[in-house]
C-alpha cells in the first residue's frame, strides 16, 4: 500500500500488490515499511454501551426474561459523574485494543460523561443520548434532549452528539417523533425480542414489558392509543421513511418488515455474540441478515456491551469477533464481514465509508492482523484468532513507524 499522511489523515494512493503500488509515479519516492501481517481498516462498532465497561462480562440466563437483566445491570452500574467516566475511557481503550476507531455508543438518560470522554479519546463517531418516557413525560424528555444538544453541539467534533429513544416499549411514539424532529442523529433499539413483539401486538396490555413498565410505576393507558402496527418495525415505519435512523438488534422482522426497512433505507446493528447470550436463536430464531443484505438494508456488525461478551474475548470490544463468530458458525463471505465491521457501519454513522476501505481514496486508520495465508486478505484475517492492533487512527499514532506523522496516542494503547 503506498500512503501519503497529511497533519491529521492519511490517503491511500495506491493499494493492491507490488506490481500496482510500483506502477504509482510517486512509488520511488516513498519510504518502504514491511509490517507482519495483514492490513486491515479502522474498524467500526456502530453499536456498544461503553458506559458499562467497568461491570464486565456477567452470565445471564435467557430463560428467566429480561427483567431480571435489567435488574443486574441496575445494581451493577456506576452512578457517580467520575466512575462513568472512567467506565468509558476503559470502554475507548477496550475498542482501540479491539481495533476499533469510530463507535456508535449509547450513553445512560441525562449523562454528558460519555459524550466528553469520547471527544477526549482517539475515536470518532456518534454518542448518543439514551432518552426513556410514555405519555405525559414525554414533553419534558424532549426538552431534556433539547437542552443537551444545544449544551453539546457537534460542530467539528470527531464525536457528534445524537439521540437514541430507547425502545418502542420504553419510548413512546411521541418521544420518537419529538427527538427525530431535532435533526441530531438517531439510534433505537427495535425488534430485539418475543417480549417486544408481544409488547406491540397487545398494544402494550400484557407480557414481560407491560409488567415492567407497572411495576416502574409508568404505565399508562395512552401508551396503548400510540402503539401502531404488528411489529417493532411497522410501529415506527412511517418515521423511519423520513428519518433516517440507526436500529439495533432488529433480530425479530417477517418479509413485510424488511421490505419496509428496505424503503426507508434504515441501518441495522446487528449483535451476534449478544444475540446468543440472550438467548434469541431460541426465542426468536436466527437472525435474517443475509436476507436484509439482499434486500439493500445497509446491515453492520456491533458488539453491544461488554456485560454480554464471553469472559474470553473481554480483552477487547470489537465487532472483528463478531465477524469471525460469522465465519467460523455460518460460512459467511469473508469480504462481506469485513464491510459489515468498516464502511457499512461508517455509513450508518455518518460518516465517510471511503475512509474504512484500502481503496485508494482517504484513510481513517490502519491496522494489521496476523494472519496465515495469502490472496485473500479478509478470509486470513476473518480465519485468525489474533487481536487486531492498530497503526494509527484519526491523527494519532499506535505503532512506532507512524511516530514521525501522528502524535502518540499513548494513554491510550492497552498492553
Ligand atoms: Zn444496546
Redesign the pocket.
Known amino acids: 500500500m503506498l500512503l501519503r499522511f497529511t497533519p491529521d489523515s492519511a490517503f491511500v494512493l495506491a493499494s493492491g500488490g507490488p506490481d500496482q503500488i510500483d506502477a504509482h509515479p510517486d512509488a520511488n519516492l516513498a519510504e518502504r515499511i514491511r509490517l507482519p501481517g495483514v492490513l486491515i481498516p479502522g474498524l467500526v462498532n456502530a453499536?456498544t454501551?461503553l458506559d458499562l465497561s467497568h461491570i464486565g462480562p456477567l452470565p445471564h440466563d435467557p430463560a428467566l426474561g429480561f427483567g431480571p437483566w435489567l435488574a443486574m445491570v441496575k445494581k451493577n452500574r456506576a452512578t457517580s459523574a467520575e466512575k462513568v467516566r472512567a467506565s468509558v475511557v476503559l470502554g475507548a481503550r477496550l475498542s482501540l485494543a479491539g481495533g476499533v476507531i469510530a463507535v456508535g455508543d449509547?450513553a445512560g438518560a441525562g449523562r454528558a460523561e460519555p459524550l466528553e470522554a469520547l471527544r477526549g479519546s482517539p475515536l470518532s463517531g456518534v454518542c448518543y443520548l439514551e432518552c426513556f418516557g410514555h405519555g405525559a413525560r414525554i414533553p419534558s424528555a424532549v426538552a431534556r434532549a433539547r437542552t443537551a444538544l444545544a449544551a453539546h453541539a457537534s460542530r467539528g467534533s470527531r464525536v457528534a452528539i445524537g439521540l437514541s429513544p430507547h425502545a418502542p416499549y420504553s419510548a413512546g411514539r411521541g418521544l420518537y417523533e419529538g427527538l427525530a424532529a431535532t435533526g441530531a442523529p438517531m439510534c433505537t433499539?427495535l425488534a430485539e425480542s418475543r417480549e417486544e413483539r408481544e409488547f406491540i401486538a397487545t398494544r402494550g396490555r400484557s407480557g414481560q414489558l407491560h409488567d415492567l413498565l407497572v411495576g416502574l410505576g409508568v404505565w399508562d393507558d395512552s401508551i396503548s392509543e400510540s402503539i401502531a402496527g404488528r411489529s417493532g418495525v411497522a410501529h415506527i415505519a412511517d418515521l423511519l421513511a423520513t428519518t433516517p435512523m440507526l436500529l439495533?438488534h432488529v433480530n425479530d422482522v417477517d418479509d413485510a418488515d424488511i421490505a419496509a426497512l428496505a424503503r426507508a433505507g434504515a441501518h441495522v446493528v446487528w449483535c451476534p455474540r449478544g444475540h446468543r447470550y440472550f438467548g434469541r436463536p431460541e426465542s426468536v430464531g436466527p437472525h435474517r441478515w443475509r436476507d436484509m443484505l439482499a434486500a439493500g438494508v445497509n446491515v453492520s456488525l456491533g458488539t453491544?456491551?461488554i456485560i454480554n461478551l464471553p469472559p474470553q474475548d473481554a480483552s477487547r470490544l470489537s465487532p472483528l469477533d463478531d465477524a469471525r463468530l460469522l465465519f467460523r458458525d455460518e460460512a459467511a463471505d469473508p469480504g462481506a464481514l469485513l464491510r459489515m465491521i468498516t464502511a457499512n457501519p461508517a455509513r450508518a454513522l455518518g460518516l465517510d465509508p471511503r475512509a474504512f476501505d484500502l481503496a485508494p481514496g482517504p484513510l481513517a486508520g490502519l491496522g494489521v492482523v496476523e494472519a496465515e495465508g495469502s490472496g485473500d486478505a479478509a478470509r486470513a484475517v476473518m480465519a485468525s484468532s489474533a487481536p487486531p492492533r492498530l497503526l494509527f487512527a484519526n491523527g494519532f499514532s499506535f505503532a512506532e513507524p507512524f511516530d514521525a506523522r501522528f502524535p502518540r496516542a499513548s494513554p491510550w494503547i492497552t498492553a
Request: charged fraction near 15%.
Open positions: 453499536h454501551h449509547i433499539h439495533a453491544d456491551s
